[in-house]
């Protein structure tokens, strides 16, 4: 069964530490992406990677680092200098048009 | 870089009657605009989409117009029923190559029987 997995579904760290969230596809695709989702603030594009070893800032990359080193993996790290952490995090990949969405990672900082 | 605004933030309608949502963006070279259905905890999905040299695209009961002119499009569902009750998205290409998208800030959407 095709599809993009996140784990874990909660996260909990404490204020200072680095975490890394997990994002694996199975669907062959090329391109990836991270989002994060606030209330009423929509999806906000972290960061993108269209190929293996190639990856993009998107608008709001500042606290965040990703690798793209295999096709199916696209790691988040979300570190001590991201102000404000605690949020809902998508993760997503495509091929062409259309975004498959992995179920989320709910991270919390305290 | 694109913006994209998106309004309503919310809109309430009763069962049968139709829905519209409008979204502007800023970049006249945007070429592909999708729009997202989120449901209550559960992911984003593709319901429609419309690239910019056609002006209208309709799949079923939904239908996605667009200016180019005025650079907004707009989300119609029409004969709005209980299971529509969502969240909806606009997005509109972040790069050039329109593989990566940024979204608006999304339209809840209450159908009452």
């Known amino acids: 069964d095709g599809g993009i997995t996140q784990s874990p579904k909660y996260l909990f760290r404490k204020e200072g530490q680095n975490v890394t969230l997990s994002c694996e596809q199975n669907l062959n695709h090329d391109a990836m992406y991270w989002y994060r989702q606030d209330p009423g603030q929509g999806l906000r594009l972290i960061y993108y990677?269209?190929?293996?070893?190639?990856?993009q800032k998107g608008d709001i990359a500042e606290g965040y680092s990703v690798s793209r080193e295999k096709k199916e993996s696209f790691p988040l790290t979300v570190t001590s200098a991201q102000k404000n952490p605690t949020a809902f995090y998508l993760c997503?990949?495509?091929f062409g048009d259309g975004y498959t969405f992995g179920s989320g990672t709910r991270l919390t900082v305290v | 870089g694109e913006n994209v605004e998106q309004h309503p933030s919310t809109l309430s309608v009763q069962e049968g009657d139709s829905a519209v949502i409008k979204c502007t963006y800023s970049?006249?070279?945007?070429?592909?605009f999708p729009w997202y259905k989120q449901e209550l905890g559960k992911r984003p999905q593709l319901i429609i989409d419309i690239r910019s040299n056609v002006g209208e695209k309709k799949d079923q009961r939904i239908a996605v117009t667009l200016n180019k002119t005025a650079k907004h499009f707009s989300l119609h569902i029409t004969e709005t029923q209980p299971e529509d009750s969502a969240v909806y998205f606009c997005a509109a290409p972040f790069n050039q190559a329109g593989t990566a998208l940024i979204f608006g800030k999304g339209t809840t959407l209450s159908v009452s029987s």
């Open positions: 990677s269209q190929i293996v070893n190639d990856f």
């Open positions: 970049d006249s070279a945007s070429n592909y």
């Open positions: 997503a990949s495509s």
